[in-house]
């Protein structure tokens, strides 16, 4: 979505998630959760300049709350998804810190460097 929001793009997705043993190769865990991310955007001289607003899981009503994983073979109760689900919320949130603070923080140079050209974006 463009422009919605109160922020200029949101984007829906979703993530699939497996944890394998390294020992037995034996799948642990599988999921497939679904996130929402939104960012500004505006670009300025060939450089876009991003700043993540939220990364998270999607917790709308019109997905359900799920009560486990897909794939469980960890034997993981409710209360040990939801203390996941609650963890990973924190870790999408530290990602997000560290995506605008180093990774975003000078701006993304477009692929293309044409100097005859300045190129602008605004939502």
Do not use: C
């Amino acid at each position: 979505m463009f422009g919605q929001f109160d922020t200029d793009v949101v984007i829906e997705y979703q993530i699939n998630l497996g944890f394998m043993d390294d020992n037995t190769g034996e799948e642990l865990l599988y999921d497939e959760i679904r996130m929402v991310t939104s960012a500004d955007i505006e670009a300025q001289n060939d450089i876009v300049m991003i700043n993540l607003l939220n990364n998270k899981i999607d917790t709308a009503s019109h997905f359900g709350n799920k009560k486990l994983p897909i794939r469980n073979s960890m034997d993981m109760t409710e209360n040990d998804y939801r203390e996941f689900l609650s963890t990973l919320g924190f870790t999408l949130n530290y990602l997000k810190k560290w995506l605008n603070d180093v990774v975003l923080r000078n701006g993304i140079i477009f692929p293309f460097n044409t100097h005859e050209f300045d190129t602008s974006l605004k939502f």
